[in-house]
């Protein structure tokens, strides 16, 4: 066990809807990335934030936005359903961003698309 | 672009047996690189971290090297156990900022026999 937590663990959306998916990091860290694997390939990242701004986004499209809160839990947000969403979505917290320090995964949301 | 290969994708080896996983980087700067264990479906789970300056670290029955003139890594494992079933998965670290992006390879999907 992480520490980190998701919720929900498996989410069925169709076509054309939003969805929300949300993660709670390890006490006392206050970096959350958020990361997209499709089956049989690696993560790939989406963005990070650290202390509630968007530290560094990876190669998606605006329809995926997210949110930290206060508490440094976080929210993905994806609107506009694609079917290539279809994926596992994973969120990581650290202690900081950047340097040789940990990210702690969580157990990930299984998301798909119809 | 970064990139980060590894090699091979599969490998079936017997319990018992050793076996060495294989990852190529083409990631600048380079801040670190990390192996993780990832069991189908879950969160992965991190087995080692190295900065430049060190070129091996064992966690357990892993062993991984890090040779960044060539910018290769491989991660060897001893005396293999049907739980180590899972993913492994090469990641490096661009360094600070831009949300200390990490480049994630495909992984390398170990299965043991008994």
């Known amino acids: 066990e992480t520490g980190v937590t998701q919720s929900p663990t498996h989410l069925i959306k169709t076509r054309g809807q939003q969805v929300t998916l949300r993660c709670s990091s390890q006490s006392g860290h206050n970096t959350v990335s958020w990361y997209q694997q499709a089956l049989g390939q690696g993560p790939q990242f989406i963005f990070q934030?650290?202390?509630?701004?968007?530290?560094g986004r990876g190669n998606f499209p605006p329809r995926f936005s997210g949110l930290q809160f206060p508490n440094y839990s976080s929210e993905l947000n994806v609107n506009a359903l694609e079917l290539d969403d279809s994926a596992l979505y994973l969120c990581a917290s650290s202690l900081v961003p950047g340097g040789p320090y940990e990210q702690y995964f969580g157990p990930g949301t299984r998301l798909t698309v119809t | 672009k970064n990139q980060v290969e590894q090699s091979p994708q599969s490998l079936i080896i017997l319990e018992g047996k050793n076996c060495t996983l294989q990852c190529n980087y083409t990631v600048s700067p380079f801040s670190n690189l990390r192996w993780y264990k990832q069991d189908t479906g879950r969160g992965p789970v991190s087995l080692t971290i190295?900065?430049?300056?060190?070129n091996t670290k064992s966690n357990g029955r892993y062993t991984a090297t890090l040779d960044a003139d060539t910018k290769q890594s491989s991660l060897h494992i001893t005396a293999s156990q049907l739980s180590d079933s899972a993913s492994y998965i090469c990641?490096?670290?661009?360094?600070?900022?831009?949300?200390?992006?990490?480049?994630f390879g495909g992984g390398t999907r170990l299965m043991v026999k008994p």
């Open positions: 934030y650290y202390r509630e701004e968007e530290n």
């Open positions: 990641v490096v670290s661009s360094g600070l900022g831009a949300g200390n992006m990490l480049t």
């Open positions: 190295m900065t430049f300056s060190e």
